[in-house]
Every structure is written in C-alpha cells, then in structure tokens.
C-alpha cells in the first residue's frame, strides 16, 4: 500500500551508504599513495622527469632480482670447500627461496594491479609479476642486507654499502614505476620478519644432516 512504511535497508547497504571511519581513512591512504607513486615514477618511461637515467635504475632492479641471487648462491654452494662457508650459503639459499614462496602466495591472495604507469619491460617475469603487492625486490633486499650484515664480516664501508644497495633497490621500484609505495614498505617489513624465520629454522649439519651431505 502506499501508505506503508518502507522496509529497512539489508545492513550491508546500510554499510554502503555510511561507510565506516576505518573505511574512509583506508581508502584516502590508498588515494595518497597512488597519487605520490605516480609522482615519484620519474623513470618509469623513457620520457619522464628523469628517464635518462632508466638504464641505471634497471641495472639496479637486476642487482636484486630473484634469479641471479639463487643461482649466484647455488654456485658458491656448490664450490665451496669450506664446511663453514657451505652452511652459510646453504641458509641463504633457504632464504632466498622461502622468500620466493612467501612473495608469491601474498601477490596471489592480494592481486594487487602494478601501477598504471609501469612499463611491463621487466628482466625474467613469471605470471605472478604482473602482481604489484608486496614488491619481491624490496623483500629480498631487507632479507639479505639483514642476512650478509648479521653472517659476514665485512668492514664498516662495505656495510653501509649493503644497507645503501638495500634501500636503493627498493627506492627504485618507485621510480621505474614497478610498484607502489605500500607495496615497498610491506615487502621491506616482510623481507625483515622473514630474516627471524631463517634464523629460527638455521640449518646445520646438527640439524639437517641430509642436506649437508648432498655436498
């Protein structure tokens, strides 16, 4: 009848329509970063601000590729002939590929878009690259400068060179326009947390006796 009252909305359009604070707060967050990732993507085209220096970003992107990292490190295992030298190479070889696994499920759950702005030209991609959350670079530098700065000994300028590589790789996933900026904070903290679990899992010939026999 059309005096009727009108019936109550279902509660989730009642949602809808009055979006919560957390809901408004998140998605002004999510504006902000994609506004400031477009603006600082000074070389993600050959024409941008700072284009010029595109082949020195992507030499950089290399440097922290996933690839050559594991296949660098199974040779030096492979090698060696140091037992020492073995069981630290054996570690960051679990390193490197836990960190492999664990970037690609998050990639695959989130399936975050790359930037609209990302030149897909990237060095050895796999399906799951075309996803742009957490960045795997960022992940895998915090990683290994936590890895190299806590197992080898390297004088004070070699070290503030590995934390400056680390950074640098993950700066540059902004400015080739791979990634977001959230997706390089995440893939740092994640790379960092990862490091405690190589740690909590070390292998040793005590510990994983069939691995260290294999060599």
């Known amino acids: 009848p059309g005096g009727a009252a009108a019936a109550p909305l279902p509660e989730e359009d009642c949602m809808k329509l009055n979006p919560s604070f957390v809901g408004i707060a998140l998605s002004s967050l999510l504006a902000i970063d994609?506004?400031?990732?477009?603006?600082?993507?000074?070389c993600a085209e050959e024409g941008s601000a700072w284009g010029s220096a595109r082949p020195l970003m992507k030499v950089i992107e290399v440097s922290g590729h996933g690839i050559p990292w594991v296949l660098g490190t199974f040779y030096g295992l492979c090698q060696s002939d140091s037992s020492a030298a073995r069981e630290v190479l054996l570690n960051l070889l679990?390193?490197?590929l836990l960190d492999l696994v664990m970037v690609a499920v998050v990639k695959g759950l989130v399936k975050r878009p790359?930037?609209?702005h990302n030149k897909m030209d990237?060095?050895?991609t796999i399906?799951?690259?075309k996803y742009s959350?957490?960045?795997?670079?960022?992940t895998r530098a915090a990683l290994v400068c936590r890895f190299v700065l806590r197992h080898l000994v390297l004088a004070v300028p070699l070290r503030v060179l590995v934390v400056l590589w680390a950074l640098i790789v993950s700066i540059s996933r902004v400015m080739l326009g791979r990634h977001n900026m959230t997706d390089v904070l995440?893939?740092?903290?994640?790379?960092?947390?990862?490091y405690?679990?190589?740690?909590?899992?070390?292998l040793s010939p005590a510990t994983a006796p069939a691995l260290f026999a294999l060599w």
Do not use: I, N, Q
């Open 34 to 42: 994609l506004w400031a990732s477009k603006r600082l993507g000074v």
């Open 94 to 96: 679990f390193a490197l």
């Open 114 to 116: 790359r930037p609209t």
């Open 122 to 124: 990237m060095f050895v």
């Open 127 to 129: 399906s799951v690259d």
């Open 133 to 138: 959350f957490p960045s795997g670079h960022a």
């Open 186 to 194: 995440f893939g740092l903290l994640l790379g960092y947390a990862l």
């Open 196 to 202: 405690g679990v190589v740690e909590h899992c070390w």
